[in-house]
């Protein structure tokens, strides 16, 4: 391409999000399409439920408040499995016990950004809240997931123990409901185009090639 900065891509997520784990790899299914591009994906938080509390609740309970029982949960997810599955995730919802408040995963997702860790960090707590059924409020799998993650697990530990960063990342999740994000993944290509909802890698590809095409010289 002709310019010389690469497309932005701000993805809007939540990693108890079993849509945005299927977004993420529909995305990287796209960027494999575009070979010859020049892309930065950037993530940013936001919260299915901030009412949660700091240490989580019991999932069977909570998706029973949320869809009114049991029997309208399973067919929900079976559905989400199978579109998983296409994706080759695994998910293990079985083997989820707690539905977690997520405001320290996003803390370690910002964190991760100034180490251009970003993608390792997401990839890894999806994989450990879906496929594993890992508790995300669980201090000890916080910080071993970040040193997965290629990220300075001492620094991670001493910054989890305070309130760094806790209104920024909140102020994040304020900021997508004020530009209308009412559900994730939400895509923004080059801070033009918007791409609602884990649609098709094609799609996102079409997105990202019309924002390259489209883009003024600097």
């Not at 701000?10 to 993420?24: A, E, N, R, T």
């Not at 098709?200 to 390259?212: F, N, Q, V």
Request: with cysteine; charged share 30%.
């Amino acid at each position: 391409m002709s310019t010389t900065s690469p497309i932005v891509i701000d993805v809007i997520s939540d990693v108890m999000c079993p849509w945005c784990f299927i977004g993420k790899r529909r995305l990287e299914k796209a960027l494999m399409m575009l070979p010859d591009s020049s892309v930065k994906v950037q993530w940013h938080p936001y919260q299915l439920d901030a009412t949660l509390p700091k240490d989580g609740k019991d999932r069977k309970q909570y998706l029973e408040d949320k869809f009114g029982g049991p029997e309208r949960a399973k067919e929900i997810y079976t559905h989400v499995r199978n579109t998983g599955a296409a994706e080759n995730i695994d998910f293990q919802f079985e083997a989820i016990k707690k539905a977690p408040n997520t405001i320290n995963s996003h803390r370690l997702i910002r964190w991760a950004r100034s180490e251009d860790m970003q993608d390792a960090m997401v990839e890894e707590l999806f994989k450990l809240y879906f496929i594993e059924g890992a508790d995300l409020t669980d201090k000890k799998v916080l910080v071993d997931a970040a040193e997965r993650a290629g990220i300075n697990s001492k620094l991670v530990s001493d910054l989890l123990d305070t309130d760094q960063d806790v209104q920024e990342v909140e102020a994040d999740v304020f900021r997508a409901h004020e530009i209308g994000v009412t559900g994730v993944p939400f895509f923004i290509i080059d801070g033009r185009f918007a791409v609602a909802g884990a649609e098709t890698p094609e799609t996102l590809a079409a997105a990202i090639r019309h924002a390259e095409e489209t883009k003024t010289g600097e």
